[in-house]
């Protein structure tokens, strides 16, 4: 990751400083590096300065203070499973230390009892406009209540991930450790920001967690064994010990994931449209036969794409480059040709802050380095909206910057997510998605979504792609078999719910079902028509209520559907029903939220706080879950 100002605490010459360091530096220098920072932290201010000036040098001892139990608590905030991912990697990491490690969602952590916990550690994504995500709200709120406990010292580390193409970077995360700060708790690890491509930076702070305790430990280990600095290790020296013992426990099984992810032939990719339709809705079967990949109606599964050709050229064209020089790609150092690495490994279709700010720096053209510089934020975010690297080149004359310096600049390409459409009990070593193509003009170019591109173009029936499951413990069909279901899925929305029927059909579930979908034409857009009309006829799906917006003058929408039905909705909620929202999540979500409150409230006969309380206590029940974006 290269640092700056905007994803460190460092000053530009600070953060420059360090981008050439960090990178000539072994593993072993690293973990030395994070203890000794870590430790210099931990002691008190004077003797932290004592080190650095003379760092072998005999230190006075630091006063004794107790030593906390080995028990840690990792809280994670996660909604589509990276966060939880890296909190489970965390707590590995610390039970191999020797820690007592305690994982868990943060809204299955009881906030009362905050106050016993030795150590925190949080790890948190960011979603909605800056928001936290579903499973982290109880907790966020409660910690940014009068009700939050001060935190007497108690060490704490925050790990925060995102998405820098997001205006609130990572905001879910600064807020968690600056509230924890203010209540008192000790930062023993920097909080690190995450862009989406989180593996490294993740990994960075779990082991900066890591070297931070063993500091901590031989701290209080050196302090307790004697009043007398004579012959004191350096603490960090210590913590590079442990660290590195630590670090050497690492497991070594590989099996398919994210960073290693698995190649799915192509069985089947259909357009799901009519003819006449204003959309391309792609149904792909892929198989995972071999994978030993697993999953459940409600996950997800991410695909790696590539970049289309014809933007690729366009962009090497534009830049005055050579598809066949060759440039630096993948972590481990090695070299690709121009157009394979533009292809598959880097974002030319996304315009970033920080890369805007890097290129500025690297170019030294005055019209970037204004539209970047501090009070600039406005001008630079509408420059950014529904541009790309090809308008970055050609709008500030950027032909001739040598590819070699430009391209390691740029993000990696970032996997997307697609809700699995299919029950492997009704598709054994399959996967189904539904997968929308996005095309839209801007700026004067047509513009193709890169992931649902690929697929509509380029991902023929016997040709594979890159894939990994996401797990998604927030969107699950209930245990109980007899729990009635309200499905709300306009669009590709509808998606995991044609996973959740044919799972109850396997299953034989008894419990009621209801499905609304929208779309914009009955004819062209009923996504899965026929298979909702069989289930309906075989019982396995209730109701089913449609929404066709275009169909008729005046747009309807499911939330119109849903409010028409308010009487009988309200009975199900009452029956205990789990509701189900997932698609859009700019506007129907939102639409969907106030169409359940409108009902809770009416026919509930309650205020408008006391309907909004109703869905709360449903959320935090899980019996209303989201999987919007
Ligand atoms: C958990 C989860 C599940 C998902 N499930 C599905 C699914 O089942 N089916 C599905 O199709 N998608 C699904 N998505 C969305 C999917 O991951 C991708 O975001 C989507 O396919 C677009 O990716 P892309 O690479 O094609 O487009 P990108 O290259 O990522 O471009 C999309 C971006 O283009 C911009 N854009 C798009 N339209 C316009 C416009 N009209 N004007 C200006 N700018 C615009 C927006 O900034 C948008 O974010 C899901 C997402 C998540 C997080
Ligand atoms: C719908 C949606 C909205 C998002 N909003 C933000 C945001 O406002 N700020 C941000 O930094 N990241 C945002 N992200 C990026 C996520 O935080 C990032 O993908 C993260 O790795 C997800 O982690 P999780 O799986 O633990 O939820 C958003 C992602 C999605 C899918």
Redesign the pocket.
Known sequence: MVLHETNSPFRQDQAELLNKLLPTLTDGQRIWLSGYLAAAATVPAPVAVQASAALAEAQPAAPAAPALPKEATVLYGS??GNSKKLANRLAERLKGAGYEAAVSAMNDFKPNTLKKVTRLFIVVSTHGEGDPPDNALGFYEFLHSKRAPQLDGMPFAVLALGDTSYEKFCQTGKDFDKRLEELGGKRIAPRVDCDVDFEDAASGWIDSVLAALASEEAASASASASASAAGAVPAGAGAAAVAAAVSAAAPAAVPYSRSNPFRAAVLENLNLNGRGSARE?RHLELSLEGSGLTYEPGD?LGIY?ENQPQLVEELIETAGWRADEPVPAGKDGGELPLGEALSRHYEI??LTRPLLQQVAELTGSPKLKELTAPGQEQALREYIA?RDLVDLIRGFDLKGVPAKTFVPLLRKLPP????I?SSPKAYPDEAH??????V?E?HGRT???????YVAERAEPGSEIPVYV?H?ENFRLPSDPDTPIIMIGPG??V?PFRAFLGERQETGASGKTWLFYGDQHFLTDFLYQVEWQRWLKEGVLTRMDVAFSRDQEQKIYVQHRMLEKAKELYAWLEEGAVVYVCGDKSRMAHDVHAALTTIIRREGGLSEEAAAEYLKRMQQERRYQR?V?
């Open positions: 909604q589509t809705t997800a794409p279709t996304l529904g997307r997510l697609y809700s459409a998605l539904t997968i929308r193509k996005v839209y801007s513009r193709y979504g890169v992931c649902s591109t996401q998604n590709t929305g998606a999987d974006y």
